[in-house]
């Protein structure tokens, strides 16, 4: 019979295994099955991972090895001759068919399916598919500053552009700001809209007279309340009155008449709410008999203006803002449909399609439904559906491969998707959480549900603190956004709000997970976490931050762990972004050059392992740059010094102050570098790139074995290099090439039993580590002003703003009160989910031990940041009944010096 089976797996509970085991009950059906089978995830690591995995199960029930999948298979009816028997056999048919192996990412399967056709998706012959989309971006507003399109005002528009970021007090080269505006050309968000945008930009007519009417709009309205304002101002002082006369001064009703006349501040105070109701709330306490004067110009003038102004806001206060939000961000959207139009002309000249291209190109195709009989093909092949990491999928994709799910269960197939809603947190590059959450159940009500609910990776006490914490912590965070949306002044519709408040709730709804039976240890996992004080040691002369004694904590406790004898490599430091991951790498070195350890442990940011960084790349690259142009004395240097770096690091051939007079001649430069490089040289200069670096490696590191993983990785670069430029694969044209793309490729992750790793949150999901430890768990829950997104809302034919489908909007606060104060607490809700699952990757990353350093919450009530929700939490946790034998049981509350610290479990093996 044929299912969806839909897998919702927390952390730690045997995903992969899931999957894995299912694809080798229908591999075993016969050798060849598995040719119709595609398994789809969404990176190279995990896509190995899963092949790994399937080629290891096979492999055991090959030898009769009786694991828990054989005995699964043996009770579904398969005997132990028969299972080794097939077994053997698709093992041997995979690894002699291995292209038939469909185990891929998501991208790599489009980008097949558009390869497969071409001319029916209207595409040229040996279209490329450009990865790396910042790098055409940043060529794009090169061109874009230099020599702009012929657009009306676009100039005009870079200088507004320019002009505010300096008015914020920030620089006014606008290349980077540029460059980010444009990252949001790439997005699902805009791609559903980008044709229709582009149509409309064809009609060069239409910005100005959008501009114009948004324009006589705001005008409009600013002139009717200043004419209020003025009015009641020119009233009082015919009066002869001053604010002083009346309640509250200059800050009370007078003193919105003083903001709608003056400084644009139309939205009625509190005390003008009030004032209009009750005219007795104007008036002071004054001596004399000039009060019924007051109590005259109030009723006869005043307040008259005071209602027509109000009355005014409440029939068009939400259009001006809403006008005054677009307006604001104009000249941002001239900018914007610059670039669009540049990156088009781009692919067009380059025969290109961005990776963000694919999914949008089928979705497009797909729903003109022209050419069905490409997913009739596709469908013909595979039988069997598995999707890794649903809850990453985005709309596109699901759209894309939602009919091969149909076509397969129509023919009686059986297909499984398996993910985890609260490790989703690749929100910003378009995963959609909400299909695994709900969507899909209600696409195919017919679909059976499993919760994989057993952590297999960490222990006891971990798994008890993960389950109470992010129990406390979901339901903190919806009270906190829906007492925000009860108590906002403003009109919205709550229903759809609080019906997304539901889905959020389903998102953790199963976070509880069940332990595994307890190991013959003792031993049952630890948690600590470090609250320090903001100020703990301030003095006059000096302030000391929290996150300064962060580092130090650090530090003691990465040296407590070593003297413990728990091995470097599995140890992991994580944070949130790269920023972080660098300052915690360069304060781990500068430690060591001030207080040398003898722990023999080192502390890396996988961030920072680009391949450029490396010694032995430099080395070889700057050989390259002298051997281009044998004039360039820096690269000579340059080249000797990596060289000497990677043979003997305590060598310092730099002892004289004069380098020149280092070397001062030709013959003391041969002297120290090796002697075949000056015999091959002129050789060297005229071949291709890829013999040229084997020689290279040959004669700088023939005898040295230590960097071989590096340096077979640098020959593989080059190799792709030299075969999808074979036309032109000279020393100059991969320099070219190197400088724009090559330096800037991550090196394979180290696996050095020394090395300790700092890693950002986003990196480490799907990881796990014996020790994680989180040194700056505080980070904002909303988006910060700086680095707020831009949405692409609907208009809504909304006059005057109905001359596009869609407009960016900069998310933030002062879209409350206008038409798009529903999206701005949609994605509030949003942001704030990607954060709680932020949290819950990195908790749930630890095997054994967990730490968290956070700031000690000033304000013990709000929750702004993540260390608030922590704190908060953990003290709800603190609370439970202790006769409750499913919490963890709390080791260790004290004050320190510092701050407070929480300790769940033993610290001690």
Known sequence: MSRLLIYRASAGSGKTHTLVTNYIKWALTHPNAFKHILAVTFTNYATQEIKQRILTYLYSLSIGEQTPLWETLYQAGWTAAKLQQRSKEVLSTIVYQYSDFSVTTIDSFFHKMIQAFTKELGLQKNFVIEMNQTLVLKEAVKELIAQPPDIPSLETWIVHFALAKLLQGKKWNVANDIEG??????????????????????????????????????????????????????????????????????????????NIAHKKKFEPT??????????????????????????????????????????????????????????????????ISALLLILKQYRSKHNILFISDISALLYQVIQK??????????????????????????????????????NSLSQGYTNLLVGDVKQSIYRWRGSNWKLLNHQVEQEFPDSHIHTLSTNRRSQEMIVLFNNHFFHFASKQLIAHLENEWLSTDHAIDITALRAELTQMKRAYQDVEQQIMAPMSSDYRG?????????????????????????????ISLVEQLQQEGIPAKDIVLLVRNNSEAALV???????????????????????????????????????????????????????????????????NIWQSNDLYNTIASESEMEGLLPKSFWTLKNFLKNISIYPCIKLLIEIFFKNDSCYNDIIDFFQSIVFDFAYKYKEDDSITSFLTWWEKRGQDIKLPPSTHENLI????????????????????????????????????????????????????????????GTYYTKDYHLEEMQIYLDNLNLLYVAFTRARSKLYVISPLPENRESIDTTSDLVYQSCMLLTSIDPSNTTQPPIADIKETPIGIKLCFGKHVY
């Open 181 to 258: 505006l444009g990252k949001t050309l790439f997005e699902e968000s805009f791609k559903l809209h980008e044709q229709a945008l582009l149509d409309s930009l064809q009609q060069e007519e239409i910005l100005p007279h959008f501009l114009s009417e948004i324009k006589t709009l705001l005008h409009s309205f600013e002139e009717k309340m200043q004419n209020i304002g003025q009015t009641a101002l020119l009233r009082l002082e015919q009066a002869k009155l001053q604010p002083e006369d009346f309640a509250y001064g200059a800050k009370g009703v007078i003193g919105y008449f003083l």
């Open 270 to 335: 509190k005390r003008a709410i009030i004032g209009k109701i009750n005219l007795k709330t104007w008036l002071t306490k004054i001596k004399g008999n000039t009060s019924k004067d007051i109590a005259h110009v109030i009723e006869t003038s005043l307040h008259p203006l005071l209602v027509e102004a109000i009355d005014l806001y409440e029939q068009e206060g939400s259009l001006y803002k809403t006008a005054t939000a677009i307006f604001r961000f104009t000249y941002t959207f001239g900018i």
């Open 369 to 406: 439904n022209k050419i069905p009989f490409l997913y009739e093909k596709i469908g013909s092949q595979f039988h069997h559906f598995l999707i890794d990491e649903f809850q990453d999928l985005s709309l596109f994709q699901w759209m894309n491969i939602k009919p091969l799910l149909h």
């Open 526 to 554: 630890y948690v600590e976490l470090l609250f320090i004080k903001q100020h703990p040691f301030d003095t006059d002369e000096k302030k000391i931050s929290w996150k300064e004694y962060a580092q130090q904590e650090t």
């Open 585 to 651: 790498t360069e304060l781990f070195s500068e430690h060591h050059k001030t207080v040398p350890s003898t722990l023999p442990y080192e502390v890396a940011s996988d961030h920072a392992r680009t391949l450029s960084s490396h010694t032995t790349i430099k080395t070889l690259i700057h050989a390259l740059y002298y051997l281009n142009d044998e004039q360039n004395t820096i690269s000579k240097l340059a080249c000797i010094q990596a060289y000497y770096s990677c043979i003997d690091a305590e060598k």
């Open 757 to 816: 790793r700092v890693m950002t949150i986003h990196q480490s999901k799907g990881l796990e580590f014996n020790v994680v430890i989180m040194p700056f768990c505080s980070w904002n829950l909303d988006h910060t002003p700086q680095n707020s997104p831009i949405l692409w809302l609907n208009t809504n034919a909304q006059s005057p703003f109905n001359y596009f489908s869609v407009l960016p909007i900069r998310y933030g606060s002062d879209l409350k």
